[in-house]
């Protein structure tokens, strides 16, 4: 199944830093999660800014396609729009996964991936909270793929899956690991602290 790892954005909130190139376990967090992308598949495609952009050295030597999305300021639809017409007709699902989700596992994209097969009766599967909360990763079946071709705006997917809300399959993952993102620098702050109080590396 393809991974689609949106990491097109402009981290417009982080007052100068780019979010994506920040440390997380001793490695860049979009590097991270392009490794962690390839721990389940062998397609990886990656949605970044214009070139030239350091985001496309932190994964250089990593065996990923590097998607660029040319109207990367008009949001998060740009990168779904770019990234979707990319999947070959044969292709049945894709994945969606978000390049700012730092505690993600492999093990939350194979829990998202086989529901599936357990649930084969939806056409979007989504991690969610332990409450509940709808997030990522998210798994899309091929008779959406065309809707996420003409997205617009910066909502993402959210008209999408309210359109098809009866079609919709939460994966509860551990805590808030589904929603989990980090915006500003206040939030890697607040996040690192809680992984130091929980021994986690930080």
Known sequence: MPILILAAGASSRMRGADKLLLDVDGVPLLRRQARMAMEVSTDVRIALPPRPHPRYDLVRDLDVQTIEVADASQGMSASLRTLFATLEPEQSHAMVLLGDLPDLSDDDLRAVMSATTQ????????????????????????????????????????????????????????????????????????????????????
């Open 119 to 202: 649930y084969p009766d939806a056409l979007i599967w989504r991690g969610a909270t332990q409450t509940g909360k709808g997030g990522h990763p998210m798994v899309v079946a091929h008779p959406l793929f065309d809707e996420f071709q003409t997205l617009e705006g910066d909502s993402g997917g959210h008209s999408i899956i309210a359109n098809h809300k009866g079609a919709v399959h939460l994966v509860p993952l551990k805590g808030n690991r589904a929603r989990q993102d980090l915006d500003t620098p206040e939030d890697w702050a607040a996040w690192r602290a809680g992984r130091s109080t929980s021994g986690a590396p930080r």
